[in-house]
Nanobody, 116 residues
Framework: QVSLVESGGGLVQAGGSLRLSCAAS????????MGWYRQAPGKQREMVAT???????DYTDSVKGRFTISRDNAKNTAYLQMNSLKPEDTGVYYC??????????WGQGTQVTVSS
């Protein structure tokens, strides 16, 4: 079992920045991939950014150039640096981890609210 705990959410004005962290514990095997997803009110959860064990990244188009995902494998922690935030970035942000055996785990989520 893997436990994921997100932190760093909050309320910020448009144009501001936030940094989310996701700490993993439990049976965390090397070779996992981590990601950030978000869900806005009334919308489906969507992928924001993912990062492989080796550091390859992928982003949804709407955040490219503004968000940066990174990870520290020694600390089993992933980060999401969010700059130039927009009101449409508002939502609950969830951390995920997918193990090499394809088991996927989710955190409880952290609220990000961007005011205009």
């Amino acid at each position: 079992q893997v436990s994921l705990v997100e932190s760093g959410g909050g309320l910020v004005q448009a144009g501001g920045s936030l940094r989310l962290s996701c700490a993993a514990s439990g049976r965390v095997f090397s070779g996992n991939a981590m990601g950030w997803y978000r869900q806005a009110p009334g919308k489906q959860r969507e992928m924001v950014a993912t990062i492989t064990w080796g550091g390859s990244t992928d982003y949804t188009d709407s955040v490219k150039g503004r968000f940066t995902i990174s990870r520290d494998n020694a600390k089993n922690t992933a980060y999401l640096q969010m700059n130039s935030l927009k009101p449409e970035d508002t939502g609950v942000y969830y951390c995920s981890m997918e193990l090499p055996n394809l088991a996927k785990y989710w955190g409880q989520g952290t609220q990000v609210t961007v005011s205009s």
